[in-house]
């Protein structure tokens, strides 16, 4: 009896070992899912801030007409206008200080002479998998509200790459970036989130509408042609000096913008 004690005594001596072997495995498997919930939390956040942003820029184009309409509708008296100094003074203190506010003041960066248009910043070229794909996205999301897009291939024209930068106050900008009524929207994930959301379709109401599969016939689109002065190759002969000068009317690559898409 004794000896079968002994062996039932190791027996549970060897379970018990076991058992503590098998106690960092299951561990780990909670540490595994603990990672997955604080990941899911991290996505959670992420889409709520897009949400608050989508949110703010809404806000932004409903705010801009009542105000006006309220400002046009209020009588103007002798103490306001004497006030309107020092209110003009502080608006613009508040939109220099905007620019550091960024989102909180849907004010960050505005484009000259494109009031009445929807402005593309992109590139039609493969080298970035990534930003071609962000780039072709929004053309198409754009396109399916039948619009007309000014679409400013950097690529195409170095002048687009030097506007958007001095616009952007930097020299790294990521692609695409929109720009409509003047106002700075965002980039590609700002107009999936608008678009998902439904508002991007109040947006854009007041533009002109498109013909359904309307395609330019001048340039397919490409928004650019051959220079018609030196017929793409950048040079010109001057016949009183006897010399070949740069041409002056289109840029490094030969090219000036769609005149047929440019009308529009």
Request: include cysteine; charged fraction near 30%; hydrophobic fraction near 30%.
């Amino acid at each position: 009896m004794s000896r079968f004690a002994f062996f039932n005594r190791s027996n549970t001596m060897h379970a018990s070992s076991s058992e503590e072997s098998q106690k960092p495995f299951n561990e780990l498997l909670d540490r595994s899912g603990s990672l997955s919930k604080f990941y899911g939390s991290v996505e959670s956040m992420k889409s709520s801030i897009r949400g608050r942003m989508v949110k703010k820029l809404c806000n932004l184009f409903e705010s801009s007409p009542k105000e006006s309409a309220k400002l046009g509708s209020e009588p103007r008296s002798a103490s306001r206008l004497g006030s309107e100094p020092r209110a003009a003074s502080r608006l613009g203190s508040e939109a220099r200080s905007g620019e550091k506010l960024g989102w909180e003041s849907g004010m960050l960066f505005r484009l000259e002479g494109a009031e009445e248009r929807i402005v593309v910043y992109l590139t039609s070229l493969r080298g970035i998998r990534r930003t071609f794909e962000d780039c072709n996205a929004v053309k198409m999301i754009l396109k399916g509200f039948r619009v007309w897009v000014d679409e400013r291939d950097v690529s195409m024209d170095r002048a687009y790459r030097k506007e958007l930068q001095c616009v952007m106050g930097e020299e790294n900008v990521s692609l695409p970036q929109v720009f409509i009524r003047g106002k700075y929207i965002g980039g590609a994930e700002v107009i999936k989130s608008l678009f998902e959301s439904g508002d991007l379709k109040r947006i854009l109401e007041g533009f002109p509408k498109m013909k359904p599969g309307f395609v330019c016939e001048s340039c397919g689109d490409a928004r650019f042609v051959p220079c018609e002065n030196c017929s793409g190759s950048r040079k010109i002969f001057d016949e009183e000096e006897g010399l070949l000068k740069r041409c002056l009317e289109c840029n490094e690559n030969g090219l000036i913008r769609c005149p047929c898409c440019s009308y529009y």
